[in-house]
């Protein structure tokens, strides 16, 4: 291992009770990237002009919008649309070019997989501004380094392979980031016994919940009403948790 390794979050968020904690992770790193992209990165240069090439996600600049610091946004959200006017500009007479190119097109070539097609860069252009977004990246290093963590802990710290049994297992998407980076750490037994823990209270867990929001639905019929809801009452949020998304407003 070259580089230090903070094991103190990992030990925290597998101490909690929770259907992924690589998900509980997930949400504090986003939520300290919001504060550093709204305050301290403001004043600073060099990510100012990392901002203004790349720009930020839907899901992103809406959470920055809510977190509330205007000044902040509208600072950063200007100079990036100063740069991206170039682009927009450009891609304006790629519009029109292959508006006119459609336009002059003989009518055989106006139908089927033709149609259209001279479209197809300008969206991609346009879609590639949209997607392209400077906290997504910063949040997927830092959770590629906590996941990598977590395989290490595993390997490495003794009493990490029990809590680590004992958890619920990961969401789809954070199970999948495991089983694609385990193999590249870990070899023989321990590869061996990470996979086959790992999946074993997958499917245990995903059994648990599928039965959990079966009752959930159950209890919308007269006949159950005064039955207890058991863990079923919040099953809808930790069942779309488990399947990839965190759901963050509490019910
Ligand atoms: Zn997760
Ligand atoms: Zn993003």
Same mark, same amino acid.
């Given at each position: 291992m070259k580089q230090h390794i903070d094991t103190a979050p990992i030990w925290e968020s597998y101490r909690q009770d929770c259907e992924c904690p690589l998900c509980l992770l997930n949400a504090k790193v986003e939520a300290s990237n919001v504060d550093y992209f709204l305050g301290e990165s403001v004043m600073e240069p060099s990510q100012r002009i990392e901002v203004n090439k790349k720009g930020f996600c839907a899901d992103h600049f809406k959470l920055m919008y809510v977190a509330g610091n205007r000044l902040g946004l509208a600072l950063m959200t200007h100079t990036y649309m100063k740069e991206s006017m170039k682009a927009l500009k450009e891609n304006a007479q790629k519009a029109r070019d292959a508006a006119a190119a459609e336009a002059g097109k003989p009518i055989f070539k106006r139908? &089927?997989?033709?149609? &259209? !097609? !001279? %479209?197809g860069d300008v969206v991609g252009e346009l879609e590639k501004m949209q997607n392209t977004c400077l906290m997504c990246e910063r949040i997927r290093e830092t959770m590629e380094r906590y996941m990598y963590t977590v395989i290490y802990m595993y390997k490495? +710290? !003794? +009493? %990490?392979p029990k809590l680590f049994a004992e958890s619920k297992g990961m969401c789809l998407k954070h199970y999948a980031q495991a089983l694609e980076i385990a193999p590249k750490h870990l070899s023989g037994d321990v590869l061996k016994r990470f996979v086959d823990t790992l999946t074993d209270i997958e499917m245990k867990n995903f059994d648990r919940l599928e039965g959990e929001i079966e009752w959930f639905t159950n209890k919308f019929d007269y006949r159950n009403q005064d039955k207890p809801w058991g863990n079923s009452r919040d099953a809808v949020k930790r069942c779309v948790n488990k399947l990839g998304h965190q759901v963050v407003d509490e019910d």
């Open positions: 139908l &089927g997989s033709q149609k &259209g !097609a !001279a %479209f490495h +710290e !003794a +009493e %990490f």
